[in-house]
């Protein structure tokens, strides 16, 4: 059994990534919630509220324990660890260091969708909402999309606002 503490990730229920921080400290198994401040979306004001960087997870570091694992996944609000091949899946610690530093710094961050180049994806919002094509290139702060007809083996690129797009 190794006794090297190692960071994972569970999926949590709606909205309950901060209960389920709270209860993991509360159990004494350090946990992780990236949060960002925003705007609230209030029809009669703006409020600033933290929210979670990656909705609906919360990391957590334990050493390798069958025991201590139980205990987090029946922490209230806990929908399933991440796994790989049935086992759970290790998040490294490189990762969590990086969303550290960005989130301690203080800077300006925005969620983003996990896309590679040449992914097919879906506009879900803005003008070009419902189309789909392929994602080609970041550039600043926009993406270009490619919506092509391969009948005429011919495509039209377009900028988007990459929080719009979401892979297929």
Not at 119 to 127: A, L, S
Not at 145 to 160: S, T
């Amino acid at each position: 059994m190794s006794s090297i503490e190692k960071w994972y990730a569970v999926y949590t229920k709606s909205r309950f990534e901060q209960k389920v921080f709270q209860a993991l400290n509360d159990k004494s198994i350090p946990a992780f919630l990236p949060r960002i401040e925003t705007l609230s979306r209030r029809k009669d004001r703006r409020k600033k509220i933290w929210l979670p960087l990656f909705p609906g997870y919360v990391f957590f570091r334990i050493p390798w324990d069958l025991r201590l694992y139980w205990e987090v996944l029946k922490t209230d609000g806990v929908v399933k660890a991440l796994t790989m091949g049935g086992e759970p899946a290790p998040v490294p610690e490189v990762e969590i260091q990086s969303v550290k530093i960005a989130v301690e710094s203080l800077l300006p961050l925005f969620p983003h969708p996990f896309v590679r180049e040449g992914d097919r994806v879906i506009i879900e919002g803005g003008p070009l909402k419902g189309a789909q094509g392929i994602f080609i290139s970041r550039e600043g702060k926009l993406g270009k999309f490619v919506v092509g007809v391969d009948l005429l083996n011919r495509a039209v690129a377009v900028e988007i606002e990459p929080e719009f797009i979401r892979k297929l």
